[in-house]
């Protein structure tokens, strides 16, 4: 079974730096998905990145960027320019005709963004 | 905004009792999923529509059901309440289902059973 796992519970970050957030994941497809979700004091979840695993070259979306390592199974977030409003719950979500074509989530890392 | 709608935002119940929760879908979106999220499971799928039909299923409980309507609405039921089953139940939508697809989710549903 795929399995996803984020390693850091919580990460802080001063205002204007960059935080890089961790997670790995277990899986035997060689076809997949990776994303990284955002979730604000709101509750919303926010699609933020998505990667193709067939796709060597690393997703980029704005001030959010991702380091794809598909041989050591890695996918970390890296948020450069930290803001107020990165502060979130962040998940790693994995997504594959193995699973269904569902999303397979992470149990999160907590991002707090100092001032 | 996501454009997936979840109602009610907050649901304050009972034991054993019985609730529906409802989805209205992305504009053009056929698929539909059911996720719950809570502290000591995490982020959960439940069970998935495709335009009426029932697609894939995960851990969800025989106390809970779910359809997806004509008009692509979908409601959650959750019947026999147990206190383990407060948590935040989210919908989600994508057009087809495909797994490049992106999911748009809703604002959920926060469910406390007393």
């Known amino acids: 079974a795929q399995t996803v796992t984020q390693s850091q519970p919580e990460m802080s970050v001063q205002e204007a730096e960059t935080v890089t957030l961790s997670c790995t994941y277990d899986?035997?497809?060689?076809?997949?998905?990776l994303f990284w979700y955002k979730q604000p004091p709101s509750r919303q979840m926010i699609l933020v990145i998505r990667?193709?695993?067939?796709?060597?070259q690393n997703a980029t979306e704005n001030r959010f960027s991702v380091n794809f390592q598909k041989a050591a199974k890695s996918f970390s977030l890296k948020i450069s320019d930290s803001q107020l409003g990165d502060a979130a719950m962040y998940f790693c979500?994995?997504?594959?005709?193995?699973?269904?074509?569902?999303?397979?989530f992470g149990k999160g890392t907590k991002l707090s963004v100092k001032p | 905004d996501s454009g997936v709608t979840q109602t009610p935002k907050h649901l304050i119940t009972a034991t054993g009792q019985r609730v529906t929760l409802r989805c209205s879908p992305r504009?053009?979106?056929?698929?539909v999923y059911w996720y719950q999220q809570s502290l000591d499971q995490g982020l959960q799928f439940l069970i998935q529509?495709?335009?009426?039909?029932?697609?894939a299923k995960g851990n969800i409980l025989e106390r809970f059901s779910a359809q997806q309507f004509p008009d692509l609405h979908s409601e959650l039921n959750l019947s026999s309440l147990e206190l383990g089953d407060s948590a935040l139940y989210f919908c989600?939508?994508?057009?087809?289902?495909?797994?490049?697809?992106?999911?748009?989710f809703g604002s959920g549903t926060q469910l406390s059973v007393l």
């Open positions: 989600a939508s994508s057009e087809y289902g495909g797994l490049a697809e992106k999911l748009f």
């Open positions: 899986t035997s497809e060689s076809d997949y998905y």
């Open positions: 990667q193709e695993a067939y796709k060597q």
């Open positions: 979500a994995y997504r594959s005709a193995g699973s269904q074509g569902n999303l397979i």
């Open positions: 504009s053009g979106d056929l698929s």
């Open positions: 529509y495709y335009n009426g039909e029932e697609r």
